[in-house]
C-alpha cells in the first residue's frame, strides 16, 4: 500500500507561490504504476482536482486553475512537488496528495492532508 | 465541465438504510466512485467502479449506478458512519470530477 506524506510552508503571502511536496514510500513515483494528484479542500467545503503527474513526466491540471499549478517529480527522492502561484485568499485550503493506479479512476491513497493559508 | 449534485445533507436512525444519491448526465455510462471523510481525516474510498468494495470496507457499504443516478447505500446504519460522503468519475472533458458532499447524520 502506497503511503503518501504532504509538507511545506503553512502560511503563504497574497500573490506568491506556494510549494508543497509529497513524499511516498511503498512506490516509485518514476515506476510507472501509480498517477500523483494533488487535490485540495477549502474549510467547510469540497474536494478539488488540482493535477497529477505520471511516471513519464505528463502532466494534466485542473482548466479551472488557469494554469497557475504546476507539478514535477523528483525520483532520486521519491518525492513530487505542487506550485501554486499568484495565490490569493480562495486557495487557502487543506491540500491533499494522493496516489491512483494506472488504469483506474478512483483514487485510492491519500496523506493526511497540510493546511495552508494565505494571508499577508 | 461535468458537474455531479449531490444532496447536501442526509439523516439516518441507526439500523436504518443510508442512501446517497450522486446525480449527473448520462452518468451511468461513467464508473463512479464513492469516499468518506470523517472530520479532520483524508477522504477513504469505501466504493469503486460503480459498486465494488476495497479489502476491508463492511458489506454494508454497496453502490449503484443507472442512467443519470448513481448511488451510495449504507445499510444497518452506524453511529461510526457519520461522515461526509463524496461521489467522483473522470470525464474525458474534466478529467477528476468530484460531487459537492453530502453530510450523513446518524440521529
Known amino acids: 500500500q502506497v503511503q503518501l506524506q504532504e509538507s511545506g510552508p503553512g502560511l503563504v503571502k497574497p500573490s506568491q507561490t506556494l510549494s508543497l511536496t509529497c513524499t511516498v514510500s511503498g512506490g516509485s513515483v518514476s515506476g510507472g504504476d501509480y498517477y500523483w494528484n494533488w487535490i485540495r479542500q477549502p474549510a467547510g467545503k469540497g474536494l478539488e482536482w488540482i493535477g497529477r503527474i505520471y511516471a513519464s513526466g505528463n502532466t494534466n491540471y485542473n482548466p479551472s486553475l488557469n494554469g497557475r499549478a504546476t507539478i514535477s517529480a523528483d525520483a532520486s527522492k521519491n518525492h513530487f512537488s505542487l506550485r501554486l502561484s499568484s495565490v490569493t485568499a480562495a486557495d487557502t485550503a487543506v491540500y491533499f496528495c494522493?496516489?491512483?493506479?494506472?488504469?483506474?479512476?478512483?483514487?485510492?491513497?491519500w496523506g493526511q492532508g497540510t493546511l495552508v493559508t494565505v494571508s499577508s | 465541465s461535468y458537474v455531479l449534485t449531490q444532496p447536501p445533507s442526509v439523516s439516518v436512525a441507526p439500523g436504518q438504510t443510508a442512501r446517497i444519491t450522486c446525480g449527473g448526465n448520462n452518468l451511468g455510462r461513467k464508473s463512479v466512485h464513492w469516499y468518506q471523510q470523517k472530520p479532520g481525516q483524508a477522504p477513504v474510498l469505501v466504493v469503486y467502479?460503480?459498486?465494488d468494495r476495497p479489502s476491508g470496507i463492511p458489506e454494508r457499504f454497496s453502490g449503484s449506478n443507472s442512467l443519470n443516478t448513481a448511488t451510495l447505500t449504507i445499510s444497518r446504519v452506524e453511529a461510526g458512519d457519520e461522515a461526509d460522503y463524496y461521489c467522483q468519475v473522470w470525464d474525458s472533458a474534466s478529467d477528476v470530477v468530484f460531487g459537492g458532499g453530502t453530510k450523513l447524520t446518524v440521529l
Open positions: 494522493a496516489s491512483s493506479d494506472v488504469g483506474t479512476t478512483e483514487i485510492d491513497s
Open positions: 467502479e460503480d459498486s
